[in-house]
């Protein structure tokens, strides 16, 4: 199998945007703590959270990326990645825990030859034709 796969942690600027609904009570203790200068801003505090959540359950994480052979970070494929897959008859089976991105020279068919299957939790960056023609194989 082609082993030519980079493995980078994402920069801080590359980030996703969510979108978290809040009732008005907790929106304001938030404000509170913003304004009493515990918190830089609302970001700020929601950003803490997450992250003391995630160490609270680091241990489970660790495991399960373990146990399901998850690249954590982000894992990018090239055009030159896919057409040597291609060349030695293999198919990737992409598993990320991160960010998985496909360059954007890639095409649809390339694509479809060479990628059996996806499993990303976090994000996945590709071209809308390539994301359209994997569609059936994005779990």
């Known amino acids: 199998m082609i082993q030519k ?3 980078l942690r994402p920069k801080g600027g590359e980030t996703e945007k969510i979108t978290i609904n809040l009732g008005p009570v907790d929106l304001g203790q938030i404000d509170l703590l913003v304004e009493e200068g515990f918190y830089s801003n609302r970001t700020d505090l929601i950003r803490t959270a997450i992250r ?3 160490a609270t359950h680091s241990q489970v994480v660790n495991e399960t990326v373990t146990r399901r052979a998850l690249v ?3 894992q990018h494929f090239s055009k ?4 040597a897959a291609r060349a030695a008859g293999e198919q ?6 991160g960010l998985a991105s496909i360059a954007a020279d890639v095409s649809a068919e390339l694509a479809l030859e060479t990628i059996a299957s996806i499993v990303v939790l976090g994000a996945f960056h590709a071209s809308p034709a390539v994301k359209a023609a994997l569609a059936g194989r994005i779990a």
């Open 92 to 97: 990737f089976d992409i598993q990320v825990l």
């Open 80 to 83: 030159s990645d896919l057409e």
């Open 52 to 54: 003391n959540q995630l």
């Open 5 to 7: 796969i980079e493995v």
């Open 72 to 74: 954590l970070g982000m």
